[in-house]
């Protein structure tokens, strides 16, 4: 059987968790167009991990739950301080940071389904603090104790800044949260179930997931959105950035997708929350660069806006360092990725899929000794 190149088009496994139809992205048949405008990303996390949207009562449970998870092992932010902070890209820390988070749980191989909800939960709480105490470390500031009257949104935003964010801020990043928790079998979820499958703990799997996520081709793109707005600099200089990098055949970050064709439908919403937030700060430019990039790219290359796109200004318009961005998509991705680490736990069967070889033929083994 022939080969598909990056297994394009390929139907893997099946789920209940998120589905893209026409261009349509549904989170357990819900549009995310209604998540994103009604529903609170604690919300969103429920109901991927549930089959349906928590009620009141439900939900403020989940969120005392997930708040009681927030703080992290003190040993965990000793090691952090061991590692060379300013030396490394912030997502190789996650990846080290949430590997070791594992040795600090007692049930990190306990396989009943009870200890990996527990762990899942752990695990959501627990991302968003990793990553402000890195982050604060490598300021040479202190570590923020999370406070668990306030939601992951509000948390994160509080533990990163040491200061309460605004009703506008936290809103903001709560939308960005629920627009980036799942995406059916994405690269690094679909890494997270590999890893998984072999029936190799939770921890592994999230592991596995941040280290697909990390690409430039994947996560990685939205810092480079922004390195790229950055060295752009002004509306005026986008034309021929953009012409120069299309002649020289390189890739505009940011835009393309493997699966939609005809846009995606996260990024209208990080674009008005783009074009909002820049007027808020007094730095419209980065919405109107972004515009006029997206201009261009789709009338040169009928290429449009991914979720990584508008995504980097909105960050930035939040005051979130550009470096990490990416870590900042984990901090909502991982609720995806737990959701499909649980259903693959739950009807699992080893992923190991065949090559079709291109190698040289059959050939006959000479002895080292008798080798020209
Ligand atoms: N800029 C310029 N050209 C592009 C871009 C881009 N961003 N994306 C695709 N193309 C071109 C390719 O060069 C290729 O052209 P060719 O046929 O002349 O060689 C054609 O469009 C098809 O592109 P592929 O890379 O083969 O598409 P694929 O489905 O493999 O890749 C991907 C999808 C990786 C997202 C790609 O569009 C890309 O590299 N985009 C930039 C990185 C990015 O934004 N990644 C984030 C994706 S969203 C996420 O993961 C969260």
Known sequence: M???????GVVAATSAISSIVNS??????????????????????????NDKLPNKEELAAFKKELASEYAIPNELIEQIKSYPLKNVHPMAILRTAVSALGLFDSEADDMSDEANKRKALRLQAKVPTIVAAFTRLRDGKEVVAPRQDLGV??????????????????????KALILHADHEFNASTFTARVAVGTLSDIYSGITAAICALKGPLHGGANERVMKMLSEIGSVDNVEAYINDKLEKKEKIMGFGHRVYKTGDPRAKHLKEMSRQLTQITGEPKWYEMSEKIEELVSSKKGLLPNVDFYSASVYHSLGIPHDIFTPVFAVSRVSGW???????????????????????????????????
Request: no cysteine; hydrophobic share 40%.
């Open 153 to 174: 949104a509000a948390n994160f935003l509080y533990m990163l800044f040491d200061r309460e964010p605004n009703e506008v801020e936290v809103k903001a990043f709560d």
């Open 338 to 372: 737990l959701a499909h680490i649980l259903e693959q736990y739950s009807d699992n069967r080893l992923i190991r899929p065949r090559a079709e070889y291109v190698g040289p033929e059959a050939r006959e083994y000479v002895k080292l000794e008798d080798r020209n």
């Open 2 to 8: 022939p080969a598909t190149k990056g297994l394009e």
């Open 24 to 49: 349509v992205l549904r989170y357990k048949g819900y549009n995310i167009d209604d998540l994103a405008n009604y529903a609170t990303f604690e919300e969103v996390v429920y109901l991927l991990w």
